[in-house]
């Protein structure tokens, strides 16, 4: 099995930055990308960031130019560097992965439990 854990949620203010964390660990044989995606209440889950396994990169337009995903060296890892971040980026953020088991296999999505991210002043 796959596990995937957030951490680096929390409390910040208008036009502060917060750095989520993602680790994936369990039967990985590779990752074919990992993602942060959040939901506000009332609304739909809604892709924020993607890398890939070849580290190119998708951004939401909402946080294009404030928002970053990396994999560091531990490639079962994925962060999200928020900056200038508005009382609109506030929701529960998702890390998901994309994983091989096997290297013959398809790959599976795995999720996260969450962690809240709250801009407020």
């Known amino acids: 099995q796959v596990q995937v854990v957030e951490s680096g949620g929390g409390l910040v203010q208008p036009g502060g930055s917060l750095k989520l964390s993602c680790a994936a660990s369990?039967?990985?044989?590779?990752?074919?990308?990992m993602g942060w995606y959040r939901q506000a209440p009332g609304k739909q889950r809604e892709l924020v960031a993607l890398?890939?396994?070849?580290?190119?990169?998708y951004y939401a337009d909402s946080v294009k130019g404030r928002f970053t995903i990396s994999r560091p060296n531990a490639q079962n890892t994925a962060s999200l560097q928020m900056n200038s971040l508005k009382p609109e980026d506030t929701a529960v953020y998702y890390c998901?992965?994309?994983?091989?088991?096997?290297?013959?296999?398809?790959?599976?999505?795995?999720w996260g439990q969450g962690t809240q991210v709250t801009v407020s002043s």
């Open positions: 998901n992965a994309d994983v091989r088991t096997r290297s013959w296999t398809s790959a599976i999505t795995y």
């Open positions: 369990g039967s990985i044989f590779s990752i074919d990308s």
């Open positions: 890398i890939r396994s070849g580290y190119s990169t």
